[in-house]
Structure formats: structure tokens, C-alpha cells
């Protein structure tokens, strides 16, 4: 079975932190994702990984950066929280091309 | 621009009940996705669709694809409580990796 993994189930930081979101996957996948999940507007990826070192914005990359150093972990960096980033946030991975993203429990982060 | 809508985005229905939740979006795409999550859970994915007219079964659930359309729905046969989740459809941004969500229907199953 698939196993994405993330650091932390709940997590409370204070505006102007740095925060770091952690997710590592067990399948040897190319292809890694960030998104926040936010009531009434769905799933919103804020950046996508298909190989080590590279990396692509996805619709909502402002106030995130990511980094992949190892190809089963991604992070997910927030330079300065504000309490706009207070969210449900997610980690996939998948292969190429296209194939079924598996999903990780979530992070839910409170920026006070 | 990809837009997946869901429609409807909340639906409340009877055990041993049939209904649909449909999914609509604007740009053609390879592949479409269907996925379940349960509250203060993770997504799960149920079906992937890869061409037009595939249909695909699972239990109570069944997932078709109609690419001229640019629709998909979720058919629910018999309703029964287990199937009470939120369900999200999602769709490629035209052979990216990337993919669009849909908002998710909340389905609650009444006994």
C-alpha cells in the first residue's frame, strides 16, 4: 500500500513564523503536491514536484515556497504565516503520467 | 481556465434511495478522478476514468465519463449510511500532472 505520511495532524503557529510542513511518501513516486483545503472552496494545489530539485506553482503559490531535497519528501514552507493561511493543508504524490493521486492525513494549521 | 463544478454540492437522501451527483468542466482533459473523503479524514480515491463512454463500478457507486459532454457522474444505487462522505471529482489540466477539484458534494445517507 501507498503511504504518504506528514508530520503533523494539527499544528498552531503565531503570525510571522516560519512554519515547515513536512510529507514523505514510501512508493518511490515522481510527482509530489501541496493543497489547501478550505470549506466551500474545494481542494487548491499551491505547488506541485515532478522530480527532485524541480518544482512548479500551482493556482495559489503566494505566501508559500517548497522544497524537494529527496524524492520522498516535499515540504512546504510558510516564509511568514498570517492568519490568511489558517487551513487544512495536504500532501499527494503520484506517478507520471497521470496516475491516481494518493493523498496524506492532513495538516491542520491555525495561524493566530 | 479549468473550471470543475459539482453539482449538487450538498445532498441529503434516504437510505435504499437512488440518485447521481454530476460533474461539469469547461476545458477537454484526459483523465477524471473521483474521490471520497470521510470527515476529519483524507481523500481516498474511488475511480479514474480515462476515455469517453468508460464506465466504472464499485459496490454501490458507479462512475461514467462523457468526454464530448465534458461531464461525469456518480451514480448511488440503494443508498445506505456508509456512503455518507464528501465527494470530490477532479480533472487534468489538459495532460498535466496538475489537476482542478471540483468543490465536493457533501452526501449525508439518512437511516
Known amino acids: 500500500d501507498v503511504k504518504v505520511t506528514q508530520s503533523s495532524r494539527y499544528l498552531v503557529k503565531r503570525t510571522g513564523e516560519k512554519v515547515f510542513l513536512e510529507c514523505v511518501q514510501d512508493m518511490d513516486h515522481e510527482n509530489m503536491f501541496w493543497y489547501r483545503q478550505d470549506p466551500g472552496l474545494g481542494l487548491r494545489l499551491i505547488y506541485f514536484?515532478?522530480?527532485?530539485?524541480?518544482?512548479e506553482k500551482g493556482d495559489i503559490p503566494e505566501g508559500y515556497s517548497v522544497s524537494r531535497e529527496k524524492k520522498e519528501r516535499f515540504s512546504l514552507i510558510l516564509e511568514s504565516a498570517s492568519t490568511n493561511q489558517t487551513s487544512m493543508y495536504l500532501c499527494?504524490?503520484?506517478?507520471?503520467?497521470?496516475?491516481?493521486?494518493?493523498f496524506g492525513p492532513g495538516t491542520r494549521l491555525t495561524v493566530t | 481556465e479549468l473550471k470543475v463544478e459539482q453539482n449538487p454540492l450538498f445532498l441529503s437522501m434516504q437510505e435504499g434511495k437512488n440518485y447521481t451527483i454530476y460533474c461539469n468542466y469547461s476545458t477537454t482533459s484526459d483523465r477524471l478522478y473521483w474521490y471520497r473523503q470521510d470527515p476529519g479524514k483524507s481523500l481516498e480515491s474511488l475511480f479514474v476514468?480515462?476515455?469517453?463512454?468508460a464506465v466504472k463500478q464499485e459496490g454501490r457507486l458507479m462512475a461514467s465519463l462523457d468526454t464530448k459532454a465534458r461531464l461525469s457522474t456518480l451514480h448511488i444505487t440503494a443508498a445506505v449510511h456508509d456512503l455518507s462522505a464528501t465527494y470530490f471529482c477532479a480533472v487534468d489540466q489538459g495532460g498535466s500532472e496538475k489537476l482542478v477539484f471540483g468543490k465536493g458534494t457533501k452526501l449525508t445517507v439518512n437511516p
Open positions: 499527494a504524490s503520484s506517478l507520471p503520467p497521470g496516475w491516481v493521486q494518493y
Open positions: 476514468l480515462l476515455s469517453n463512454g
Open positions: 514536484s515532478y522530480d527532485v530539485k524541480m518544482k
